[in-house]
């Protein structure tokens, strides 16, 4: 690991300071992840700042929104009275995400931040334009099971590996930022990146601005919500699939839809063409499986991933059936 200089800021606007002044340092929360590329030279930064010290309320405002700080740790947020009762699949997601030692350690903003698990990015015999730009990427002709089917490019198939993003996603959430040139907002679906020509720049984040907090607009239906994380093991692996889905429904007819899909995309991908199909539309079987094959209409998969593209529909239709009581859709 590199030498490194460490500071612990005393505020967002320290924090951003700092990392004004030195243009190859980074952030650090948790360092669950951080840490680790740290130690496989991936990560190589000349300055640490420390941003744990920063506010770590949840807060609920006058219109019914939460606000979670970025400072958080994943484990709070997950066993919060106000994450549970209203927006249980985002508690269950954090669960399914990690250890309970890691949930302890983990910020909120840091689970935000975090790099793709691809076995290529992490070799540094291979090639990887997320890690070296411009030097092609290994896992188009390699062994690419875990990588993405939707919103993939010739520069890069990897997957975004967060559980806690994509119960985010689904919810609509804001993500609150500050840097040298004041705060802004931006939104949950804009906050991740494609990859496009440029796998590398992986958020829509500006070099000094640091994530300070996560507000959840007020919604009053996803307390009917499940998240559903399909992997190769019982605990502590990555999706191979995941989906969060809130539903509500009136007499029979959806009349509101939200998902979000984790393990098949640069980004937690939400799932716009199932909410839009299924809004308005009879609570049936049916209409879920319809809903599920318009939004992976466009799947792309490799040689040894083309399994995501029926394991993401059956996933699909099978958490539509259980929040509706149809029971599991095989």
């Known amino acids: 690991m590199k030498n490194f200089a460490y500071t612990r800021a005393a505020d967002a606007a320290h924090a951003t300071n700092l990392i004004a002044q030195n243009g190859r340092a980074k952030f650090l929360?948790?360092?669950?992840?951080?840490?680790?590329?740290?130690?496989?030279n991936i990560e190589q930064p000349d300055a640490l700042v420390d941003v744990t010290g920063l506010p770590d309320q949840i807060?609920?405002?006058?219109?019914?929104?939460?606000?979670?700080?970025?400072?958080?740790?994943?484990?709070?947020v997950a066993n919060h009275r106000l994450i549970r009762e209203k927006y249980p699949f985002l508690a269950h997601a954090i669960v399914f995400g990690a250890s309970g030692q890691?949930?302890?350690?983990?910020?909120?903003?840091?689970?935000l931040l975090q790099r793709t698990r691809c076995y290529y990015f992490y070799d540094e015999a291979a090639n990887c334009n997320k890690r070296s730009p411009g030097s092609g990427c290994d896992a188009l002709e390699?062994?690419?099971?875990?990588?993405?089917?939707?919103?993939?490019?010739?520069?890069?198939?990897?997957?975004?590996?967060?559980?806690?993003?994509?119960?985010?996603?689904?919810?609509?959430?804001?993500?609150?930022?500050?840097?040298?040139?004041?705060?802004?907002?931006?939104?949950?679906?804009?906050?991740?990146?494609?990859?496009?020509d440029t796998p590398h720049v992986e958020t829509d984040l500006q070099a000094d601005e640091l994530i300070t907090s996560i507000e959840i607009p007020q919604n009053n239906f996803a307390v009917n919500s499940l998240y559903r994380k399909v992997r190769d093991r019982a605990s502590y692996a990555f999706a191979l699939v995941s989906v969060a889905a809130a539903l509500e429904?009136?007499?029979?007819?959806?009349?509101?839809?939200?998902?979000?899909?984790?393990?098949?995309?640069?980004?937690?991908?939400?799932?716009?063409?199932?909410?839009?199909?299924?809004?308005?539309?009879?609570?049936?079987?049916?209409?879920?499986?319809?809903?599920?094959?318009?939004?992976?209409?466009?799947?792309?998969?490799?040689?040894?991933?083309?399994?995501?593209?029926?394991?993401?529909?059956?996933?699909?239709?099978?958490?539509?059936?259980?929040?509706?009581g149809n029971g599991e859709a095989k």
């Not at 807060?59 to 709070?76: C, F, L, P, R, W």
């Not at 890691?102 to 689970?111: D, K």
């Not at 308005?280 to 939004?295: D, H, S, V, W």
């Open 29 to 40: 929360g948790g360092g669950t992840n951080l840490v680790d590329l740290m130690r496989e």
């Open 59 to 76: 807060e609920e405002t006058a219109d019914g929104s939460i606000i979670i700080g970025a400072a958080v740790k994943n484990s709070q």
């Open 102 to 111: 890691i949930r302890n350690m983990a910020t909120v903003g840091g689970n």
């Open 142 to 196: 390699g062994f690419n099971r875990i990588h993405a089917i939707l919103g993939s490019s010739p520069n890069c198939i990897a997957t975004h590996p967060s559980d806690m993003c994509v119960a985010l996603a689904a919810l609509d959430a804001t993500v609150q930022v500050e840097g040298r040139n004041g705060k802004r907002e931006i939104k949950f679906d804009d906050f991740h990146r494609l990859p496009g």
């Open 249 to 324: 429904v009136d007499d029979g007819v959806v009349k509101n839809a939200r998902l979000a899909l984790g393990g098949v995309a640069h980004k937690p991908w939400r799932a716009f063409e199932v909410e839009s199909f299924l809004t308005g539309k009879a609570a049936t079987e049916e209409n879920y499986r319809q809903a599920a094959k318009a939004e992976l209409e466009n799947a792309q998969g490799f040689e040894h991933n083309n399994f995501k593209i029926e394991l993401a529909r059956r996933t699909i239709v099978s958490v539509l059936s259980e929040l509706t």
